[in-house]
């Protein structure tokens, strides 16, 4: 109890306190006056003319009215006069000298463009030379945005076309970002200093850049840049993965800016112009030309899958693939068919024709894209064919059907001298397509380089099945070789297939095809990818392969980690079996005798045969009986079969339901843009074949051609004169696309301000109409009080014209509401939790020793209820004021934690009456006690003043009626007494009222700054019955209340008279004994509202209280008469100590007790 007692006096530990005093010193500022509360109520309302009128009254008294304030919501009057967008208002703020702060960025934000325009003229008028901006000097601790916002950052993030072009006209700037891997000063110093300010910055930043608007107004090629920074965000959501929604929600809304521009072309020119402008190209696009797509070429390198998939650059391939054809979409599908088999049959042809004659008709015929895809396509069936042939060995099944006697024994020959021959007529076919083909991939590689090359899958797929085939060829000539070797050496190398070497080249040679062709023949979803049907599926099996290697990953981590255990159990006992198969004289296995050894050995041989034992249990081909080894132990099959077990529910039941629903995910995600996805694949598809090269298909181009011979000679005599004709031509595509895209941004930005403006009426509407409704209003009452006329008194609680909004921020200016913490809540709950117990056991405890010393019976659950955390739905008034009452303690206690300096006996010779507490209550009340009573006399000090003057009561506030303020003031009397809460008892509660000590006291106040504090002469106690504990005036009035009904108590009242009425403040005689033991740091477990005691305390403190004789009560004299209200505030006063009976009455509890005499509102609570 003790310990209880010392913090609740201290708010907490000296610990706690100093954790929190960063908090307390944001949350308790000082509080706004009336005057200001006025103030920012009226700006708030729109009231021009009581704004000017209030800052015109109280520019010299700028400690009442600080134009400057803020509302809860750290909204100044500035900042409430934008967001209602009252013009005339923000230009009398600023004439009054307001303080602008980030009044500039609000004004951005609530898209105020007249009072940007303002704003920044008066940034421009006043702004030094060298000093930070207005919005740059605000403190980060109240800003409203962060210091990496500006102006021009903030427009771009709101996207408002007309803020952008005034901040872009006056010469704003947005600086560039640095690169994410940037290492210079700057980055390295913010980033230690700050990592997550510095990845935010760059975010705000890019958001900026990323602004459709501040695109379309500062970049001359708008396509190019939206394309350039989707790239860029797409790299920096790879880079920074903590803000990878971040990165790729701009990365989507810098592509459907893009893809915007093409919803406002009208004609086929202006798409053209658009799709085929390159600047880097040396002979640039003319309309009526060969159409390059250098643009539509851009944006499949940049993966600008939304904008290829517009309807508009689909239309316009289409036209292009199918510009040989006429008439052919209008065909069915029989027709079509038709035409495509006619093609295809006729391609050796139309190769032969174009390699001969390339300007011919049938030539310039062969060059058109879709004709091209036909040839290429009926080339590459014809390779797969080969294969296929190839595979079934064609040529020895047609000679040995042919029924000739000599064919057949040529064929038997060419079986038996199998190993290290010549390749077959087929198979030479072969090699001269895959000479071709890599040829194709030489030329691409070349022509696009590495990283185009590289950047498309199937390029990759190609590679690989090159490979494939060139390791076939290679093996198949050294098998031949080999053989060719050992025949002239004089060893027959021709022997059967089954007594080969198991890595002969031939059989090499053999899986390499194989490999080879299997890839090639997957191919051909790539060429389906054109069909609308098969198109969707190839794109989400594309999809699905990542996921599958992904999930391979994770099997092979599995798949090794039990292969090695396995083994590791088993390996004995294969060897075991192993040499029961191979027990014949010569090492032959006994597949007779022994056929189960020589099958099983395998199985757990080494790391490899047990991994591929495992695989193939995954498809139930391996069966229990294969743990059945020679001489394996009980407990060794027992755990081999335990972790047989666990691999199969982990890779069965596990990871192939992931893989299962990995797959279902992926290609639920493709479906849903799957018309997207598979329009960009057929894009970058018909994209191939739009460009000059590669005209005939394979085997035809390794054939040199009159058209190879000439375009080499052209090379070697190029003309280098003409590049003045090749800058004319660019200046001339430069300048027509130009005026394409400012046409186009002109409509794409008209047809946003017009969205905007045909937007419904919005709340926005509403509050404007409200706010201009609300200005009128108090502009006609004014006029019509300068004339004289009778007008209505509006009250600040009266009824307006303003919303909801405008309702909730009045009261929370009204009741001084604060963004802050309220204590002691949820930390009960925890703590009371941490050791249960502990707390039945000490309760159980003291109900036997209360039984011994006063033989009564306790109530278990009045026990168990008073120490237990109560739980108020809703609280009380008084609660609220004792919270804030106690956390201003602990912000003073802050204050003067360093202040020890304060001699108690120089206290003793300001009040002598002090000498009946301890000197450590002395220091500990007047730390307390000093900072309210200052804050009190001042705020009594300021409206003695104003008595005379403009009353702001009789402005804005309806004054209550007389009965009312008289019934008010009878109600408002409260006393709150220093004690903890004890168990519910009459006994308790009187033996705790006969121990309290109430001190009734003030201290003058020495000035504003803190000054030092000092008590009056006291006066003598026969001159006074008693002292008002009520203040003499009414803080709302300045009316004298009527003198409050006489206290009497038989406490100790220790009297200190100041000069201004007093405040009663009452701790216990226990408390008061504890205060002169030494405070340790003991953090705080409990609220002090709600302080939850053991049974031991409880114990211990009922022992006292009925134990204890009756302590000495210090009390004004009865005899006294009433004080007059004229009497000298200097007059002395004395004190009458007697003994206090035990029976007398304990103090009324329904006073004023507690409650500032200045304000009348309670100031102390549960210390």
Known sequence: ?????????????????????????????????????????????????????????????????????????????????????NIELIKLLLLSGIKVKDALLHAIKEEYVEAVELLLQWEEDNHVPGEPYSWESVDPSSATFTPDITPLI????????????????????????????????????????????????????????????????????????????????????RMETEFRVEYKALRTQTQEFATSLLDHTRTSKELEIMLNYNPWDIDCWEPGERQTLGRLKLAIKYKQKMFVAHPNVQQLLGAIWYEGLPGFKRKNIVGQCVQVAKLGVMFPVYCTIYMLAPNSEYGRFMKKPFVK??????????????????????????????????????????????????????????????????????????????????????????????????????????????????????????????????????????????????????????????????????????????????????????????????????????????NKCYHLPNGVPDFDNQERACTIWRRYANLFETSQSLFWASFGLVDLTTFDLTGIKSFTRFWALLTFGSYSVINIIVLLNMLIAMMSNSYQIISERADTEWKFARSNLWMSYFEDGDTVPPPFNIIPTPKHFNCWIKRMCYNRDRGSIINKSREKARQEHEAVMRVLVRRYVTAEQRARDETGVTEDDVMEIRQDISTLRYELIDILHNNGMKTPRISMQDATVAGKKGKVMERRILKDFHIGIVEGIIKDVISKENKPKDVFSQIAKAIVRRGST??????????????????????????????????????????????????????????????????????????????????????????????????????????????????????????????????????????????????????????????????RPLKSSSQEPSEPSTPAFDPVDGSRLPPPAEFQSTDHVITIEPETPTKTLYITQEEDSNLQKPITPTPSVHSQSEQILSASSLESQYKKMTSEPPTVVVTPDASEPERSPARSSTQPRSARVSPSPSASPSPSYGRDRGKSKVTGRVVSGWL
């Open 854 to 1015: 006063d033989g009564k019976k306790r109530d278990w659950n009045a026990l168990v209820r008073t120490n237990t955390v109560r739980k108020d739905p809703i609280g009380t008034t008084a609660e609220a004021e004792t919270r804030r009452s106690r956390q201003s303690l602990r912000a003073h206690i802050l204050d003067n934690m360093a202040s020890r300096t304060i001699d108690p006996q120089k206290l003793l010779e300001y009040n002598p009456h002090l000498a009946g507490v301890s000197p450590v209550t002395r220091v500990a009340y007047a730390k307390f006690m000093r900072s309210k009573i200052k804050s009190d006399f001042n705020e009594r000090e300021k409206k003695g003043r104003r008595a005379s003057e403009f009353s702001l009561e009789d402005e804005v506030f309806e004054a209550p009626k007389k009965q009312e303020r008289e019934s008010c003031r009878r109600c408002s009397r409260r006393t709150y007494l220093s004690r903890t809460p004890i168990p519910e008892s009459e006994v308790d509660d009187e033996g705790l009222n006969e121990n309290e000590i109430q001190v009734e006291a003030d201290i003058e106040d020495k000035g504003s700054e803190g000054g030092s504090e000092q008590t």
């Open 373 to 578: 895809f036909i040839c290429h396509s009926s080339s590459y069936m014809l390779f797969l064919t080969l294969l296929s042939l190839a595979s079934q060995r064609a040529d020895y099944l047609v000679l040995e059907w042919s029924g000739i006697t000599w064919l057949q024994e040529l064929v038997d020959h060419w079986k038996e001298r199998e190993r290290g021959s010549l390749p077959s007529i087929i198979e030479f076919s072969v090699i001269i397509y895959i000479a071709s083909l890599i040829w194709a991939e030489i030329r691409s590689l070349w022509t696009g380089g590495i990283t185009e090359y590289i950047s498309d899958l199937w390029n990759i797929v190609d590679f690989i099945t090159n490979a494939f085939y060139i390791a076939w060829i290679c093996l198949r000539f050294s098998s031949w070789y080999i053989v060719q070797r050992d025949y002239n050496t004089g060893i027959d190398p021709w022997y059967a297939r089954e007594q080969w070497d198991s890595y002969d080249p031939m059989l090499l040679s053999e899986g390499a095809f194989a490999a080879g062709m299997i890839f090639s023949f997957l191919k051909l979803v790539h060429i389906f990818s054109i069909n609308p049907y098969l198109g969707p599926l190839q794109v989400s099996l594309g999809r699905m392969i990542l996921d599958i290697l992904k999930f391979f990953f994770v099997y092979m981590l599995v798949l090794f980690a039990f292969g090695c255990g396995l083994n590791q159990l088993m390996w004995y006992y294969a060897e075991l079996e192993k």
């Open 154 to 237: 903030l427009a771009a993030h709101r996207n408002h076309y007309e803020i952008l072009k005034i901040l872009l006209d006056r010469g704003a700037t947005l600086p560039v970002p640095h690169d994410v891997k940037c290492g210079c000063d700057e980055c390295v110093k913010s980033s230690q200093e700050d990592s997550l300010r510095h990845s935010q910055a760059r975010i705000n930043a890019y958001r900026a850049l990323s602004s459709p608007s501040l695109i379309a107004l500062s970049s001359a090629d708008p396509l190019l840049t939206a394309f350039q920074l989707s790239w860029e965000l797409g790299r920096l959501s």
């Open 1 to 85: 109890m003790n310990r209880g007692s010392r913090e609740e006096l201290l708010g907490s530990s000296q610990e706690a306190l100093r954790n929190s005093h960063n908090d307390l010193r944001q949350v308790y500022d000082r509080p706004l006056t009336k005057e200001e509360k006025t103030f920012l109520l009226h700006a708030d309302r729109g009231d021009y003319v009581t704004v000017k009128r209030l800052i015109e009254q109280f520019t010299p008294q700028p400690d009442i009215l600080d134009i400057n304030c803020v509302d809860p919501l750290n909204r100044s009057a500035l900042v409430a006069a934008i967001e209602n967008e």
